[in-house]
């Protein structure tokens, strides 16, 4: 009998446990989901020009890796001409190989482009996907504490 009073208790004991976790859980579930929203709100404010922008400031950050290298460039979500305008304003003409849209249905769930050497051995994704990865990682707690007013739970903080 005691043995069963024992896992009856045991069970009680991993249920309330379990709740304040499965509350954090959710809560920041609800704040990731948020800021996504917030972001992708934001981002669709601005113009094709803005959004170019920053595109080209990622392809800058990365251009030293294509210093002697002929280059392959994939786009979704914007013209051939304005992303080849981009990309020529920061690599050469001359190292451009191609410039074209993305076809495969499964890799259009990206703006931007994807630069890749001739030899396959450097890749560049600058999309705004990969630009909110980076906003997320460096500033998620500033983003929270923006969205929600400084109302987060002390855990979070």
């Avoid at 690599?91 to 410039?99: A, H």
Wanted: hydrophobic fraction near 35%; include cysteine.
């Amino acid at each position: 009998r005691s043995e069963y009073e024992k896992k009856i208790n045991d069970y009680k004991i991993n249920k309330e446990a379990s709740i304040p976790l499965e509350q954090q859980r959710f809560l920041v579930d609800f704040e990731n989901n948020s800021i996504d929203l917030a972001i992708n709100q934001f981002l669709e404010k601005l113009s094709d020009n803005e959004n170019l922008e920053i595109i080209k400031k990622m392809i800058e950050k990365y251009a030293f890796a294509f210093n002697e290298k002929k280059v392959n460039v994939e786009f979704h979500g914007f013209s051939k001409d304005e992303i080849t305008k981009v990309v020529n304003s920061v690599l050469s003409t001359e190292k451009i190989l191609s410039v074209k849209e993305v076809e495969d249905k499964m890799s259009k769930d990206f703006r931007g482009c994807i630069i890749t050497s001739e030899d396959l051995k450097t890749k560049c994704r600058a999309t705004l996907e990969e630009k909110i990865a980076e906003i997320k990682e460096q500033y998620t707690e500033d983003l929270a504490l923006a969205l929600f007013g400084g109302r987060l739970p002390e855990w979070v903080k």
